[in-house]
């Protein structure tokens, strides 16, 4: 069983910043990447980051500029640092993670979920 765990959400101002991170334990193997989406109200989940194990990022062209997407490979763990943070962002944030196991069957993880909410 593999187990993500996503903190970091809250309530924040326009303009703030916040740090997502994501944990990832359990029978874990080869890492494909690990990404974070993020889904608001009445909205289909969209992508937001994603990072290889080798440190390779893409971010969504609507966030590029203000989020950072980092990782850990020693901890299993990737973060979202979120800067200048725009009402349109809030949204619950998603942690994904992509691997192939000893078999080289792809599995798809997803966390619970953290809150972000941007507000005055």
């Known amino acids: 069983q593999v187990q993500l765990v996503e903190s970091g959400g809250g309530l924040v101002l326009p303009g703030g910043s916040l740090r997502l991170s994501c944990a990832a334990s359990?029978?874990?193997?080869?890492?494909?990447?690990m990404a974070w989406y993020r889904q608001a109200p009445g909205k289909q989940r969209e992508y937001v980051a994603a990072?290889?194990?080798?440190?390779?990022?893409n971010v969504a062209d609507s966030v590029k500029g203000r989020f950072a997407i980092s990782t850990d490979n020693a901890k299993n763990t990737v973060w979202l640092q979120m800067n200048s943070l725009k009402p349109e962002d809030a949204a619950v944030y998603y942690c994904k993670m992509l691997m192939y196991d000893p078999e080289d069957i792809p599995y798809d993880y997803w966390g619970q979920g953290t809150q972000v909410a941007v507000s005055s």
């Open positions: 990072i290889s194990p080798a440190g390779t990022t």
């Open positions: 359990g029978s874990i193997f080869n890492i494909d990447h």
